[in-house]
């Protein structure tokens, strides 16, 4: 994006709207999906390393709560997120069976690659 904003002015909104288009095409859900697991994946919760269900919502939006645990719900369904179920609590992590197409996807929605 930085190289964007130094071409020529002539043409600097077309490549900013481009730019944008781009991160639009994307619902809600896989937004949010992909946050969850750059989360994850930015912290290494995978293997032997676990975290509680209950802070997957942690940094998002109050209003975005309920969303949150649905999709982390779906991510656990999908075998993205395995569970490991404690005395203390549900805890999850990420599956490295499928951390390939893990990163594809953050890297699709979000544009961070690792």
């Known amino acids: 994006m930085f190289l964007l904003m130094l071409l020529y002015s ?22 949010i999906r992909a946050t969850i697991l750059f989360h994850l994946r930015r912290k290494k919760i995978m293997g032997g390393v676990h ?13 975005l709560g309920k969303a949150a645990d ?4 779906v991510l656990i369904r999908k075998g ?11 805890q999850v992590y990420l ?3 499928k951390l390939k197409e893990i990163e594809d996807f953050i890297k699709k929605v979000l544009g961070y690659e690792f």
């Open 51 to 63: 975290t509680p269900f209950d802070t997957l919502k942690r940094g998002f939006p109050s209003h």
């Open 70 to 73: 649905k999709t982390a719900q």
């Open 10 to 31: 002539k043409y600097r909104n077309i490549y900013i709207l481009a730019f944008l288009k781009n991160k639009m095409d994307f619902s809600d859900e896989d937004k």
């Open 95 to 97: 599956n490295k069976e």
């Open 80 to 90: 993205f997120l395995i569970t490991k179920p404690t005395s203390y609590g549900l």
